[in-house]
């Protein structure tokens, strides 16, 4: 595609993401009376183009593309006073990842005892840093894309929630503020063709057949102190689980400077332990925010039944971000962060990960300054565009970039989102 086609192609997905804001019907929610009880329904669904002027970030977007989407429907009821039961249907596409499968996002029952103590059972959004249970709502925040380094998109499928139980509360202090807890059990699912598959491959190259998983078990904690910090979040959360992909070698020059054979059945084992410690200050109409994960937070070991043990040791990640919004007014609003990510905190400058499978050093890191601006065209309407420089190819694919990767590289990104 020429620079002219790429500019026509810019100016066409925005024209259509505008239009269809402008002249789509508007649908209402919809309250459903039964006697006492009631239910609820509400729903939402965007639609964004992307273009990125080097290197395919998780789909075709050196040549734009419009296969960014989101859209889902959920109903809720309060049965009673204590009682509270929902579900959410949803759907995605994000390049190869989603492709438009109708799935069950949440559903549970919550039973609210006191406001120290309530129990949830089902299927839960996961308690991950400070935005992972809402980031389906575009409502709620100013940008399009989420930090890579803690909300990985091409995980997301397999991070969103978990089906289990869980208890939470809220212990309130005058002088001090509240305290809120959640406590998480059950079980996560990875696909073997899924976004975590493809990005340990692309770390350990092997062609991946099952993921199975341990139960996984996930802590948060939340402090909001009082007037005058009454605008302030600390929140901590953590997970621990165990992940076991059956694989086989392949022709690639990480396993021929091993003198490994392709076909060879291996297993890798990874143990994770991710804390990821957050900070949320809102003032006025200024939003500011900061995450990191806490370092050790993974270990792995690759074994075969015919050469023992392959590989192995500490691969902690590093991610960071810190992020800032401004409402100028009713309808419109800035905001920008930066943030960075690295595979294995112990080979920030990618000289390890280079020698092993041959990809550039900057393919370890990916470094992102990004700029967005979002406009509220209407009490249900969004409209969200937003630039990103990036330096560095971590979390990118190389079966998306065939041809190679620009360590340099801009994305840009509009969407229009509708919420009912």
């Known amino acids: ?3 002219a086609q790429k500019r026509r192609s810019v100016i066409a ?3 259509t993401l505008l239009a269809g804001a402008m002249f789509a019907p508007t649908i209402q929610a919809v309250e459903l009376n039964f006697g006492k009880s009631s239910i609820d329904i509400h729903g939402f669904f965007s639609q964004g183009y992307l273009h990125s002027d080097h290197n395919n970030f998780l789909a075709e977007t050196e040549d734009g593309t419009c296969d960014f989407r989101e859209y889902g429907v959920n109903a809720a009821s ?4 204590q009682l509270y039961i929902g579900a959410q249907l949803f759907g995605r596409k994000f390049g190869d990842y989603g492709n438009d499968d109708i799935t069950l996002d949440w559903a549970l029952a919550d039973y609210h005892f006191q406001d120290w103590i309530g129990i949830r059972a089902g299927r839960m959004k996961a308690v991950l840093g400070l935005y992972n249970e809402t980031r389906d709502i575009d409502m709620l925040r100013t940008s399009i894309f989420l930090p890579e380094s803690i909300y990985n998109d091409a995980w997301r499928e397999s991070f969103t929630a978990l089906d289990g139980a869980g208890i939470y509360g809220t212990l309130s202090y005058k002088s001090l503020g509240s305290l809120s807890y959640q406590a998480q059990w059950g079980k996560i699912y990875i696909e073997s063709d899924g976004g975590v598959a493809d990005y340990i491959a692309e770390r350990v190259p092997m062609d991946v057949h099952d993921i199975e998983t341990s139960d996984v078990y996930i802590v948060g904690i939340e402090w909001t102190p009082a007037a005058p910090f009454d605008g302030l979040r600390l929140r901590w959360t953590w997970n621990t689980w165990e992940g076991v992909l059956a694989a086989s070698t392949n022709a690639h020059l990480f396993w021929q400077n091993q003198g490994v054979p392709a076909g060879l059945p291996i297993s890798y084992h990874a143990d994770v332990n991710m804390a990821t410690l957050s900070v949320e200050y809102r003032w006025d109409n200024l939003l500011l925010a900061a995450e990191t994960f806490l ?3 993974f270990n792995y070991r690759m074994e075969s039944p015919v050469l023992g043990h392959l590989a192995g040791g500490p691969a902690g990640m590093v991610g960071y971000y810190g992020s ?7 309808w419109l609003e800035f905001g920008m962060y930066y943030s ?4 294995n905190g112990n080979d920030k ?3 390890t990960n280079s020698a092993l499978t ?3 050093l900057y393919n370890s890191w990916l470094k992102d300054i990004a700029l967005t601006t979002r406009f509220d065209i209407h009490d249900n309407w969004v409209v969200k565009v937003e630039g990103h420089f990036m330096n560095g190819t971590d979390l990118m694919l190389t079966k998306d970039n065939p041809d190679g990767t620009h360590e340099d590289w801009f994305l840009f990104g509009c969407k229009v989102a509708y919420s009912f």
């Open 358 to 360: 041959g990809n550039p």
């Open 340 to 343: 960075e990510y690295y595979n």
């Open 13 to 15: 997905g925005i024209f």
């Open 295 to 297: 370092p050790d937070n």
């Open 78 to 81: 309060e049965l009673t006073t």
């Open 1 to 3: 595609m020429t620079d």
């Open 324 to 330: 800032a919004a401004y409402r100028v007014g009713e």
């Open 349 to 351: 400058d990618g000289k």
